[in-house]
């Protein structure tokens, strides 16, 4: 009855809600969501929760002490205060200071330099200096090359003059995030009329052979990208080629530019794309030295916790080196520490398999070519239509998510006094983590023999990968290689985890033959032994149960010695009866 009347007056609606909490305080209702829903109420005022959830153009005021119904004429009485609490310790809210943060994250990142250093990640000068002086003397190489493979043309003399080549260097040492131990990735970039098969394999391979300076030469002709090995100096150097189809090629060539790249070949365009790739990066990145020592981390990161290495399946230097570019790129004025964890909390909940695409600000819109046949599908930042090259399987997909996750965790709050860097770097215990390994041991006669053999099978580890996850589920593949000190012959030992909870009983045998069929197919040197088995994480080898990461490392190449290919003289096809070389064996 008294609510109806209040609604005939037309009384505010903020008194009406002060009236029936007075009522319901009288009468010793509680004001939940059972009881307090008057359904003569308008429904913005049988709960005033409500309100949050409906606006209306009710004002909300702030809250008030309750108001009591002390006579008929509804009107209002505010009781006085309650006592003080007794007296007690007051409360003190300091605010952070903005200048205290930054200096604790500074704090952060100076110890991850410090990590960096300790982890001797940054070649000493010396080391930079003799590198630099590698490519100084091979790039004068390369320009005597150019020319004298005009005059074996019989170009005019001012042509000859004006002929030049040069070297271009990408991967790890292009983007000054290489180690002391690390190799160089050098492309030769060659005139219009300077071929691969002659001129490349077999005069530039003479003229480098003949340097005191150049030994364990080597051609790998049937790679994805064709290119030489060799050893400068000690410093071992992968040499790949590219045809422009220009007279002389700038000593800093732009590969970005439509004119040089105009109907260049096949291969050339695969040649090209490591140097256009660290090219787009070094452009895009705001600032490069936290780029170079955030990617440095990162990779510290991935190899310790197993997730790197793409002939394992796991991510490559120019996957990480994608990756690391997109999240600087994003955050332009993050320092070291905020961009790692950054790294972390963004690809650790990424939508695969939405690609990760790298460009800049002046690429126009559309025009991608969806990827569907990868896990991970990162875009090269050089072109819109091609993906990085990917080996990811469904385990190594959820080894990565996994490291990812926990480098979140442990990065999310970096500013929690008790955070130590040193963790997220742990090795990962595959010793305690899996309970049985499939051992995969290869072996040849002598040491050369098995690097050729080793380089080969590790090239093929993704189809015993993807055999392994047929049979068995998930598997973990190490990429650290370790020894059996018991055999007396060279070999190579790999141990991968085993998925738990599997039933124990695997036919090895089986899949081992299915494999040796694989490997065996066209293989072109003498091919080494390969063995399978199933052993307890109780019978690993003594280094490989420390999980300290401390195997030991076989590049994944051919360095076959020259003594062990026939050699095939070769004359030049432009002056008759002039012998250039001798060519290597495939």
């Given at each position: 009855m008294i609510l109806s009347r209040l609604f005939d007056r037309n009384v505010s609606p903020i008194f009406l809600v002060n009236f029936v909490k007075a009522y319901a305080y009288h009468s010793n209702r509680s004001l939940d969501n059972n009881n307090f829903n008057d359904a003569r109420l308008p429904y913005h005022f049988a709960d005033p929760r409500r309100l949050l959830l409906n606006p209306s153009p009710v004002v909300v005021v702030p809250q008030q002490p309750p108001v009591f119904l002390v006579n008929p004429n509804l009107i209002p009485y505010n009781p006085p205060p309650p006592p003080p609490p007794p007296p007690g310790p007051p409360f003190v809210f300091i605010p952070l200071n903005p200048s205290v943060l930054i200096q604790m994250e500074e704090e952060r990142s100076m110890s991850l330099r410090q990590l960096i250093d300790e982890e001797g990640l940054v070649p000493s000068a010396d080391e930079e200096e003799k590198r630099r002086d590698v490519i100084r003397k091979l790039e004068q190489i390369v320009m005597a090359w150019a020319k004298k493979v005009a005059w074996q043309r019989r170009f005019p003399k001012e042509q000859i003059a004006e002929t030049s080549a040069?070297?271009?260097?990408?991967?790890?040492?292009?983007?000054?995030?290489?180690?002391?131990?690390?190799?160089i990735d050098a492309l030769c970039v060659g005139p219009y009329f300077a071929t691969m098969a002659?001129?490349?394999?077999?005069?530039?391979?003479?003229?480098?052979?003949?340097?005191?300076?150049?030994?364990?030469?080597?051609?790998?002709?049937?790679?994805?990208?064709?290119?030489?090995?060799?050893?400068?100096?000690?410093?071992?150097?992968?040499?790949?080629?590219?045809?422009?189809?220009?007279?002389?090629?700038?000593?800093?060539?732009?590969?970005?530019?439509?004119?040089?790249?105009?109907?260049?070949?096949?291969?050339?365009?695969?040649?090209?794309?490591?140097?256009?790739?660290?090219k787009c990066i070094l452009q895009i990145v705001p600032d490069?030295?936290?780029?170079?020592?955030?990617?440095?981390?990162?990779?510290?990161?991935?190899?310790?916790?197993?997730?790197?290495?793409n002939l394992n399946g796991f991510l490559g230097g120019v996957h990480l080196a994608t990756l690391v570019a997109f999240v600087c790129q994003t955050n332009s004025t993050g320092s070291i520490s905020s961009i790692v964890s950054s790294f972390f909390k963004t690809y650790a909940f990424w939508p695969w398999p939405t690609p990760v695409m790298l460009h800049d600000s002046a690429s126009p819109a559309g025009g991608y070519r969806n990827e569907t046949r990868s896990f991970m599908p990162i875009q090269l930042p050089s072109s819109r239509h091609e993906y990085c090259h990917s080996n990811i399987t469904k385990s190594t997909f959820f080894k990565i998510r996994a490291e990812l996750l926990r480098a979140h965790n442990l990065t999310r709050d970096l500013l929690r006094p008790d955070f130590d860097w040193h963790i997220l770097f742990e090795r990962f215990p595959y010793s305690r983590k899996y309970g049985r390994f499939v051992k995969v041991y290869l072996s040849a006669s002598n040491q050369d023999e098995l690097g050729d053999w080793t380089g080969w099978v590790k090239s093929r580890f993704r189809s015993l990968i993807l055999k392994l996850e047929e049979v068995q589920g998930l598997c973990d593949p190490n990429p650290c290689e370790y020894g059996d000190m018991d055999a007396a012959e060279p070999n190579v030992v790999f141990y991968w985890g085993l998925q738990p909870g599997r039933a124990n009983?695997?036919?090895?045998?089986?899949?081992?033959?299915?494999?040796?069929?694989?490997?065996?197919?066209?293989?072109?040197?003498?091919?080494?032994?390969?063995?399978?088995?199933?052993?307890?994480?109780?019978?690993?080898?003594?280094?490989?149960?420390?999980?300290?990461?401390?195997?030991?490392?076989?590049?994944a190449c051919w360095k076959i010695n020259d003594y062990h290919q026939p050699r095939i003289p070769v004359y030049s096809q432009h002056m008759p009866h002039y012998f250039i070389g001798y060519m290597e064996a495939n």
């Open positions: 040069t070297v271009l260097t990408y991967g790890s040492y292009g983007l000054g995030v290489h180690g002391s131990e690390s190799d002659e001129d490349f394999f077999v005069v530039l391979r003479n003229m480098l052979k003949n340097r005191p300076e150049v030994t364990e030469i080597h051609c790998v002709k049937d790679a994805k990208v064709p290119l030489m090995r060799l050893k400068f100096d000690g410093i071992l150097i992968d040499l790949p080629f590219a045809q422009l189809k220009v007279l002389s090629v700038p000593e800093n060539v732009d590969v970005l530019n439509p004119f040089f790249l105009k109907d260049i070949d096949e291969t050339s365009w695969k040649s090209l794309s490591g140097v256009r790739a660290n490069l030295e936290i780029f170079q020592s955030v990617l440095r981390c990162i990779k510290l990161w991935a190899k310790c916790r197993g997730v790197y290495g009983y695997l036919d090895i045998k089986y899949v081992e033959k299915d494999f040796l069929e694989n490997i065996n197919n066209s293989y072109q040197g003498s091919p080494g032994r390969m063995e399978l088995s199933i052993i307890q994480a109780s019978q690993l080898s003594s280094n490989a149960q420390s999980d300290t990461g401390t195997g030991k490392k076989t590049k």
